[in-house]
């Protein structure tokens, strides 16, 4: 059956603006840049939408599908959009359920859970975490992608060894049907009444029963017989139930992939969270070995068992991940100890054994503490997009990515498409779950060559013939069928069964609106290649999306990392028709420290900006540059802060100062809940005259202290503690003149300005060994100067300067004089790290938690969300003040949870931020403030 070709109005607003009527003005959108933003999802696909709707209830999800199935509109329900096949892509309605993102009830006795479907994996298990439970399927891209995708893809992932894929661990689902109608999808005994009754109201249903008895012969024979299988709709399971009294309707819905009903909340069944875990790598020499030891390793019960071939090694590094230049193949094993009694360590020794009957090529690699066992699973999860970064024109391609054989032919198999590739002259990487005989097969093409292009598809066909002929395999084992294998769906299982999913189709969905083109058609796959995206460096993975605190407040693709490369990267942009998201991005850089593909979206949004500077900002920047007037300026406000900063004042000023502030942004405030700093009468400079050098003189430390704006101008006892610090450490630095590192002037596109600034800062800090900062804004800005004078003369010198950025907490770690500090009170005090991102953007994350863990009287405590963003993002709280405070909130919690009386980080920024969002919840301190204050007391001082 080919997708029905449904008859669709022009593209205009007019469905937008209908169901705007229905839902509401902030659920609907259908502006360029939204339209550009959902046009992808992370598979080789491009299709644009005309509406996307954002619903927030059930009754928004009954109003768009009735709306759609009346007018024949295509309707797609999206989550994350991480899937690898173009399922949530259409040309008609794109449903995004990501505001439905809560768990609406927990037993923890009987281990189930009421979840919506717009809930991130990462997110339902950090939750659960915290009731010792945990989802067992878990898909490598669990940091982004939300429970509705899962549940219609049927998602599994690396320990789907133990805990099975989604199908297995539903009890039930609330379902949207067609017709509007609620559907309450669980596995219902034949003889209870309510399945009759079912039966009765529910068509689709009875037909579905009554295909299912008719053909039971079909479906026997046909049933996949690998352990793992996501393609077309899973007759086998219902045919599973009904021979064991039951109608098992989740089995139908899980992995239907949006083209039968629309899923508002799911049951799952929940595991324990294993008691511990050991993560081990092993190297192999041969890959015949790795067949071989398979079976013995899965004697020990693994949770997970993993494999990456030598070409996947090849590509994503050796050197860099520490994989031995000869190993034809690496094991990534993980083991669960279910209770305190279980010996690890005996397990692990167990495991060395099996391998050591193999040639390795180096002692297996074990890590049982989670921060190793994260590092070891790290470029595993990132493997596909990380493919990126191998060519600028050959990319990763998913077309044969999910195929299943027998567990026990899985070297044979790769050793297949190791021939097979090698006979195309294509670079390949094969890795998977090797455990379920599932391979991931990625081959790196440039399909806007001709020659490449007829490779993928001469692959296409011949690789998934082959796994169904000769291995008697699946030809997708959990990503689903989507677009890319719609095609293949009925070569797999000839066309009387297909002919079955057919009529279940359009039983549930006569009138074809629902995913259209999704696993019951037969479109060639090369139907809406993205040609003109997959020449480009992002891989559309989304994993940027999950960091992105514009994408964590809004839950909306235009307002996202992933949205905005695509829209600021598209052929019909201009700053005027995406002017909303280009301002809205915070700039803090969290983006471009996930980004697997090294893209980094900030820079390109920065970009956008310097070709409209902000006028009103420009102003500003000028006045400040001019140091003295400024500075004037701001000690006649610090003079009278005691009175504009009183609440009554402070609400005046923020009526005074919003004409002026709109020139900013529309936005733009003063907030009268801003908690200002106090501003310095006396600023740094004018505190230590003794440490100022004399104009043109040479340097006399080896070490300046790059104080940058904040610790000069606030009375905050940031730069004091710097100062202190250093002198502690028997340095007494200088203060070289200097100008705002740049990064506020940047954020506003005065890119010149910027660079003024710079010229100034790379001639005064020339000649210094190391160049201390103290803000984390400064300390990443400085450090990418090189980027800011790209191809430019000053670009060396700022490789030099680069170099000998060190942020205070780095310069302690690695400082040999280690100070005296008080002996530890009888009681301590419980402290947390926010971890700044542009601090995390620089590499600088493990040295502030370990000064603070090293502290006495301070107990460190990990607080969740530590290396997420605050939102303050050093004007962010002026720009957007509301959208600030929505992403502090997150925040807010976490530092509740951690039972933190204060909290610790290393940037001033960030500091008004979480005195801002915090709310007197906890104390706000700077690393270096709670270091001096551990040196004073050692002293008595
Ligand atoms: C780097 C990377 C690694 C990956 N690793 C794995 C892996 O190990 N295992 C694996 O299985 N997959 C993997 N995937 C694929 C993908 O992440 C999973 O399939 C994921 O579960 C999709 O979830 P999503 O929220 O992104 O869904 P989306 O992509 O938004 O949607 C997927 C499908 O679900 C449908 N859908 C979404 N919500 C609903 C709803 N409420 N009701 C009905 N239908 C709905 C959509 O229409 C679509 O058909 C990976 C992807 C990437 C980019
Ligand atoms: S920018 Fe990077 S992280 Fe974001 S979607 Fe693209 S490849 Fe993935
Ligand atoms: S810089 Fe921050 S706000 Fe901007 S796109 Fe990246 S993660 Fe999102």
């Not at 779950?433 to 296409?460: C, E, S, T």
Request: glycine letters at 6%.
């Amino acid at each position: 059956m080919t997708a029905p070709t449904l008859i669709l109005p022009k593209r205009s607003h007019a469905i937008a603006s209908d169901l705007r009527a229905v839902i509401g003005v902030d659920k609907v959108k259908d502006d360029y840049s939204t339209l550009t933003a959902y046009a992808v999802d992370a598979s080789i696909y491009r299709m644009a939408p005309q509406a996307v709707v954002l619903v927030e209830s059930e009754e928004d999800i009954v109003a768009t599908v009735r709306y759609a199935v009346e007018r024949g509109i295509p309707l797609t329900p999206r989550a994350a959009g991480t899937n690898l096949t173009g399922s949530a892509i259409g040309s008609g309605i794109i449903l995004d359920v990501s505001r439905l993102n809560r768990i609406l009830e927990l037993n923890r006795e009987e281990r189930w859970a009421r979840v919506q479907p717009g809930i991130v994996l990462a997110e339902l298990n950090k939750q659960l975490g915290r009731h010792g439970l945990l989802f067992g399927p878990d898909p490598s891209s669990s940091d982004m992608c939300k429970l509705g995708g899962m549940l219609a893809n049927n998602s599994s992932g690396p320990h789907t060894l133990r805990y099975g894929a989604v199908k297995d661990n539903v009890e039930a689902l609330r379902v949207c049907l067609q017709s509007g109608e609620w559907l309450d999808a669980r596995a219902y005994r034949l003889d209870d009444p309510v399945c009759a009754d079912l039966l009765k109201s529910h068509r689709p249903l009875h037909d579905v029963r009554s295909l299912l008895q008719d053909h039971a012969a079909v479906i026997a024979q046909k049933r996949p017989t690998v352990s793992k299988n996501s393609c077309g709709y899973n007759l086998f399971g219902l045919a599973d139930g009904l021979a064991r009294g039951y109608f098992d309707l989740p089995k139908l819905f899980v992995g239907s992939e949006g083209t039968l009903g629309l899923f508002s909340e799911a049951t799952i069944r929940l595991v324990e969270k294993p008691h511990a875990t050991l993560t081990a790598l092993i190297h192999f020499h041969r890959l015949e070995d790795v067949g071989e030891a398979v079976p013995t390793l899965l004697e020990l019960s693994p949770s997970a068992l993993e494999v990456m071939d030598a070409n996947t090694l090849n590509l994503i590094g050796r050197v860099k991940h520490g994989i031995p230049a000869e190993a034809a193949a690496t094991l990534l094993v993980e083991l669960d100890a279910d209770g305190a009694q279980t010996d690890r360590r005996a397990q692990a020794e167990r495991m060395i054994e099996i391998c050591r009957r193999y040639r390795l090529t180096s002692d297996p690699v074990i890590a049982f503490d989670p921060e190793q066992r994260e590092q070891l699973w790290k470029a595993r999860k990132a493997l596909y997009p990380t493919l990126y970064r191998f060519d600028s024109r050959k990319k990763p391609i998913n077309f044969v990515d999910d195929v299943v054989v027998p567990a026990e032919r899985i070297s044979e198999l790769i050793r297949y498409l190791e021939g097979f590739f090698a006979g195309q002259r294509v670079p390949v990487a094969i890795f998977g779950h090797i455990g379920n005989g599932n391979a991931h097969i990625i081959p790196l093409l440039d399909v806007n060559d001709q020659d490449d292009f007829q490779k993928m598809v001469q692959g296409y066909h011949e690789i998934h013939q082959t796994v169904l002929g000769r291995f008697g395999g699946s030809i997708c084992g959990e990503h689903g069928d989507g677009r890319v294998r719609a095609e293949y769906v009925k070569t797999m299982f000839g066309q009387e069964l297909y002919d079955l999913f057919v009529r279940v189709k359009q039983s549930f969905d006569p009138s074809g609106v629902l995913n259209p083109g999704i696993k019951i058609s037969d479109r060639p796959f090369t139907d809406h290649i993205d040609y003109e995206r997959l020449s480009k460096p992002c891989a559309t993975c989304a994993k940027c999306n999950a960091v992105c605190p514009v994408y964590d407040v809004f839950q909306s693709e235009d307002m996202s990392s992933r949205g905005w490369f695509e829209i600021v990267t598209d052929k019909h942009y201009s700053y005027l028709n995406s002017k909303r998201v280009v301002e809205a991005c915070l700039n803090c850089k969290s983006c471009r420290t996930a980004c697997p593909a090294g893209v980094d979206v900030s820079q390109l949004i920065l970009d956008r900006r310097a070709e409209h500077p902000n006028k009103m900002a420009g102003a500003i920047f000028h006045f400040h540059a001019q140091s003295e007037r400024f500075e004037r300026f701001l000690k006649f406000l610090a003079r009278y802060q005691p009175i504009w900063d009183r609440p009554v004042m402070r609400r005046v000023l923020d009526r005074l100062t919003k004409p002026f502030m709109r020139g900013l942004a529309e936005t733009a405030r003063l907030s009268p809940q801003l908690v200002l700093p106090r501003l310095a009468r006396r600023h740094l400079r004018d505190r230590y005259p003794e440490l100022i050098p004399e104009a043109k003189q040479r340097p006399r430390s080896p070490v300046a202290y790059f104080h940058g704006c904040a610790a000069s101008y606030f009375d905050d006892g940031v730069g004091d503690a710097v100062i202190a610090v250093l002198r502690k450490h028997g340095v007494e630095p200088d203060l070289p003149p200097q100008r705002c590192s740049g990064t506020p002037i940047e954020t506003y596109g005065h890119r010149a300005l910027a660079k003024e600034g710079a010229r100034v800062n790379l001639s005064s800090m020339a000649g210094y060994d190391k160049v201390v900062t103290g803000c984390a804004s400064c300390t990443l800005m400085l450090k990418d100067y090189p980027t800011l004078f790209a191809g430019e003369p000053e670009q060396e010198a700022a490789r030099v300067l680069a170099k000998r950025v060190t942020h205070i907490s780095e310069f302690v770690s690695q400082s040999p004089v280690k100070p005296a500090m008080a002996s530890p009170p009888p009681t301590k005090c419980k402290v947390a790290y926010h971890s700044s991102c542009h601090l995390r953007a620089a590499g600088v994350t493990k040295e502030p938690r370990a000064i603070l863990a090293g502290l006495p009287g301070v107990e460190y405590v990990e607080m969740p969300d530590a290396d997420r963003c605050a939102g303050g993002a050093g004007t962010y709280l002026v720009k957007d003040f509301d959208t600030s405070q929505r992403i502090v909130e997150r925040k807010r919690l976490a530092v509740e949870q951690s039972g933190a009386a204060v909290v610790v980080t290393s940037c001033p920024a960030c500091m008004i931020q979480l005195r801002t969002g915090l709310q007197g919840a906890a104390e706000v301190k700077h690393v270096a403030q709670l270091l001096q204050e551990a040196y004073d007391a050692a002293d008595g001082s």
